[in-house]
């Protein structure tokens, strides 16, 4: 029975290759390092997230990638708008050749250019999603940091994963923004995100959101 065990946990955690795996359990409440909740439901917000469609772990060739159904959650319950992070660089690439070429950009540091922009001068509270790719966000995010400034904003990271969790997402984020109110954030499995909206409510509602 033992040694059944151990060969099923061996073989999940083999299967997550884009997965860094960490403690961190889904709907967390968003914190501040001290531990206070700090966030104003009436501030003027935006949802800023990549997503992957296509051929995705755990969900397989899927039409609307898992992060932006978490978004589109998000605004529908905190009424906040979007940009999405867009570029075809990954476009009809199978998983594991889209982690190959993850973890090569992560390890050359390369920052991948997006379609469009936004202005986020007008906004006080900044959403920020994507899956979990070797432990942080995709690459193509950090090209979308190093162009914006989110100094004195509120920042709330999200994550959707197969086990990484938030992985290095929020440390990452504080790191490239230490003038803004970065808090803990949320991370869901992507295979749930479909029937996980409950989740995302809770979560959400612990913020003031949709009371």
């Not at 959403?127 to 940091?145: A, E, S």
């Not at 989110?150 to 997402?169: A, D, N, Q």
């Amino acid at each position: 029975m033992i040694k059944k065990f151990l060969i099923g946990l061996l073989a999940l955690v083999s299967t997550t290759a884009c997965s860094a795996r960490s403690a961190t359990s889904d709907g967390e409440t968003a914190t501040t390092p001290a531990g206070e909740v700090v966030v104003n439901p009436e501030d003027k917000a935006i949802v800023v997230f990549f997503s992957h469609a296509g051929d995705n772990y755990a969900v397989g060739n899927i039409a609307v990638g898992n992060t932006k159904i978490v978004a589109d959650y998000i605004s529908e319950i905190t009424g906040a708008e979007q940009f999405e992070i867009r570029t075809d660089k990954y476009d009809g690439m199978a998983y594991k050749p889209l982690c190959d070429l993850a973890k090569e950009e992560q390890n050359n540091g390369e920052l991948p250019p997006y379609e469009g922009d936004v202005d986020l001068m007008t906004y006080n509270t900044v959403f920020i999603g994507g899956p979990v790719w070797w432990g942080t966000y995709p690459q193509v995010m950090f090209t979308f940091f190093k162009q914006h400034d989110l100094t004195g904003k509120t920042v709330i990271p999200f994550t959707t994963h197969e086990g990484s969790g938030l992985g290095r997402c929020v440390n990452d984020v504080r790191s490239i923004y230490p003038g803004a109110n970065v808090i803990d954030g949320f991370a869901i499995y992507g295979h749930e995100v479909r029937d996980g909206k409950q989740h995302v409510t809770k979560w959400l509602n612990a913020l003031g959101y949709g009371k």
